[in-house]
């Protein structure tokens, strides 16, 4: 339960420690003077988002810090999970640094807000007029089932089930919808790669085909001009005729001078020199081999060579076999999507098999607890002034859903001259708030919620009723602790504790004050909201007792 509260620099409040006990808790005030800010703070200390303007003095911290008994609540499993320090005197705290940034903290230890909101949902149950709008709501009404029927927790991993489901189906059609896609492309794909296969391409294969189409298409010219150069050199007037000639010249001179000699040693080097160029250069002619045929062929290779370069935009075979393997590639992802395909339907189908048997127990647990949840209910409006209401769920099932395949309408009647009409054509919102605090009672008790918070849930009820409303809240204050914001005194008298709220306006600054009630201060509040702004004696005697009155009654039971 919570055992303090918490605040600064909230809003309308500048500071405030709030101590909260046991039992029935009520907070008073008059409209505007800021009872919703109470409950706005604890929305933010349990993980609401933060909204613009939350903190009062921007350039400073605005925190809020809810110090929650745990008691014996079954809950260190969770701590464990989510790897965080228990401690039975639990503090969850929220601030909102200058410049809007949100951090949160359990026991001093930084957390991400879902951590925050998920215990907080854990810990505290709150309840306002807007509920009791949702209670025309079928998928509220749902989940009220769910609560009392003791499935919450199942319908959650159902739930996480059916998003992994619906995710699964998206995949799906997506990776169907990309494989239609592809099968219309992969004929051309394959074409493309056979083309590029059948060429058997090497790297740097296109240079090498330019030097031998050039040697083959140029054989004649090349041969010619090779035996013209044995000619040259060799014939019997070549150029080594002439130098044998010389030699034998300048053998005699050589005799005689020195520098002659060298001369016919760099003659006779040039002479061997050509006669090994002319050797060679026979050799090579020999070697040239003109034919046709291989012409033919290098030419037609080359022609493929450069089509497909020109085709593709290449300029290097390199890059023609690197866009064949990619091709390849591209081929093999569509071949992978049909096993792809193939594994995302045996897994739907496995999944929604669960979703069925998993939407099966809860509609089964659902419909067991439907007939006893409207027993129940009529029972409590029976005490709270509706001798003759009756209440009913109306059961459907249909297909399989967020939440399950059922779907379940309320049904009421205050008169026993009416059948029961859907509650949101029949019900008055004195009658709506009825309904739903019969619903809160019975779901705090079957889900053990340790701290129920009503937020005005007593719209449109007065006099007898509003006492007996008060008595439930009561009845109920004796298992768990209840908050409730009331305008009724007949509410406000059964409180455990009495809180009021107040605004005030100091040096031009508007505050909202929250402080607990004494005795006669109670008497002078209760009073004031049975007569208004002027209190009489007469509203004094009656405040003092509804209060006696409903501390004989607290006796009692």
């Known amino acids: 339960m919570l055992r303090r509260l918490h605040i600064r620099n909230y809003l309308l409040i500048d500071a405030l420690d709030l101590e909260l006990g046991n039992g029935l808790n009520i907070v008073t005030g008059e409209t505007g003077s800021g009872k919703s800010i109470l409950l706005g703070a604890l929305a933010l200390a349990t993980g609401e988002r933060a909204d613009a303007g939350t903190a009062r003095d921007t350039a400073q911290r605005c925190v809020v810090e809810l110090e929650v008994d745990l008691g014996d609540m079954d809950i260190t499993s969770w701590f464990a999970a989510q790897e965080l320090p228990y401690e039975r005197l639990t503090l969850l705290r929220r601030q909102i640094e200058p410049g809007g940034r949100s951090r949160a903290f359990i026991n001093d230890t930084p957390v991400r ?206 890059e023609l076999l690197a866009m064949q393997e990619q091709l390849a590639a591209r081929i093999a992802g569509i071949t992978g999507m049909e096993e792809r395909i193939a594994q995302l339907e045996r897994t739907e189908q496995e999944v929604h098999r669960q979703l069925e048997q998993q939407a099966s127990a809860l509609s089964t647990a659902r419909q067991h607890a439907l007939a006893p949840l409207g027993r129940a209910v009529e029972d409590h409006l029976h005490e709270l002034g509706m001798p003759h209401a009756r209440f009913r769920l109306e059961h459907r099932t249909g297909e399989l859903g967020p939440q399950g395949v059922d779907s379940v309408r309320a049904l009421f009647s205050a008169n026993t001259d009416r059948e029961p009409a859907p509650l949101d054509k029949v019900a008055s ?103 208004g702004s002027t209190v009489t004696k007469q509203a004094q005697e009656n405040a003092r007792v509804l209060l006696q009155h409903a501390r004989s009654k607290a006796r009692k039971s």
């Open 113 to 318: 807000l879902e951590q925050l909101r998920e215990l907080g949902g854990r810990l505290i149950h709150i309840h306002s007029q807007h509920h009791t709008l949702l209670l025309n709501d079928p998928t509220f009404q749902l989940g009220l089932v769910d609560h009392l029927a003791g499935v919450a927790d199942d319908v959650r991993d159902y739930r996480k089930e059916y998003q992994h489901w619906r995710t699964l189906l998206r995949d799906l059609e997506e990776a169907r919808t990309l494989e239609a896609r592809a099968r219309e492309e992969f004929d051309f794909l394959q074409f493309q790669w056979q083309e590029l296969d059948q060429a058997r391409m090497r790297a740097g294969e296109e240079q090498q085909l330019t030097e031998e189409l050039g040697r083959a298409e140029h054989a004649e010219e090349i041969r010619a001009a090779l035996e013209e150069l044995s000619v040259e050199l060799e014939g019997e007037r070549g150029l080594l005729s002439g130098l044998s000639t010389l030699r034998q010249r300048l053998v005699r001179t050589a005799r005689v001078h020195r520098g002659v000699d060298q001369l016919m040693q760099r003659l006779e080097a040039v002479r061997i020199e050509l006669k090994d160029i002319a050797q060679e250069g026979a050799s090579v002619a020999d070697g040239i081999d003109i034919d046709p045929v291989q012409l033919e062929r290098l030419r037609e290779r080359s022609d493929l060579i450069n089509r497909l370069l020109q085709k593709h935009r290449r300029a290097t075979t390199e």
């Open 429 to 531: 919102g004195g009658e709506l708030s009825r309904v739903m605090l019969a619903l809160i009672s019975l779901a705090a008790a079957s889900q053990d919620l340790r701290t129920v918070i009503f937020d005005e849930i007593d719209t449109g009820v007065s006099g007898e009723v509003a006492d007996r409303v008060g008595s439930l809240m009561s009845s109920m204050g004796h298992e768990r602790q209840v908050l409730a914001i009331t305008h009724l005194p007949q509410i406000a008298s059964k409180g455990d504790q009495h809180f009021a709220v107040s605004k005030e306006e100091q040096e031009g600054q508007v505050r909202t004050r929250i402080r607990p009630l004494e005795r006669e201060e109670r008497v002078r509040v209760i009073a004031q909201m049975l007569s």
